[in-house]
């Protein structure tokens, strides 16, 4: 079967279309579509959430659409994440992950006064740590999440609790010593009054 050149172009862009969206996960995501399905989960992660939820808002997708597993798998706990979570498809997930890694990051409304020798403490311990190395200095770097502008009690727990449990952290649990709860506190105070 001969071919003529205007046909052989189209199946040459059809082609390339396809391998493209096999290629890129997320690629049929929308975004607006995960707006409306984000929306109960915006009653307690939202800035100025009183339920120790984390911001969302700038997280990178493929970090949330991991949590949103592990929550769902019960590999990590979290009641209410895992019964909102059961209810929706790959696709509603993807979407929900594709909205709020599309917002800008914004830092946790608090009513905690800064502490200057605490933030300096966090700071130094963070730097020691080479935290930004991976969770960069605002949005967090490819699969890992931002921690500037969280919760300073979200994350105080969170880094405790990362040290405890290996298999949420490998990288953290294995770095050496264990992180003193001051250092822990103090971590948690300087990358909360960092603005994302």
Do not use: W
Not at 84 to 97: F, G, V, W
Not at 98 to 105: I, N
């Amino acid at each position: 079967m001969r071919y003529h050149a205007g046909m052989l172009k189209k199946l040459t862009i059809l082609a390339v279309a396809v391998a493209l969206s096999v290629h890129m996960p997320g690629a049929l995501a929308d975004a607006p579509a995960g707006e409306k399905k984000a929306e109960p989960c915006v009653s307690c992660h939202r800035v100025d959430n009183s339920h120790g939820a984390p911001m969302l808002d700038g997280l990178p997708a493929g970090y949330l659409l991991r949590q949103f597993e592990l929550f769902k798998s019960g590999k990590r706990f979290g009641p209410a994440m895992q019964v909102n979570l059961n209810a929706l498809s790959t696709e509603d997930l993807q979407d929900i992950a594709d909205y709020f890694s599309s917002r800008p990051a914004t830092r946790a409304a608090t009513k905690m006064t800064a502490d200057q020798q605490a933030q300096e403490l966090g700071s130094t311990v963070a730097n020691d740590l080479r935290c930004a190395g991976c969770h960069g200095q605002d949005r967090g770097t490819k699969d890992v999440p931002r921690i500037a502008g969280q919760l300073r009690n979200y994350l105080a727990l969170q880094i405790a609790k990362l040290q405890r449990d290996s298999s949420l952290h490998p990288l953290m649990s294995s770095s050496g010593q264990p992180i003193p709860q001051p250092a822990i506190e103090a971590l948690a105070t300087y990358f909360g009054s960092l603005e994302p």
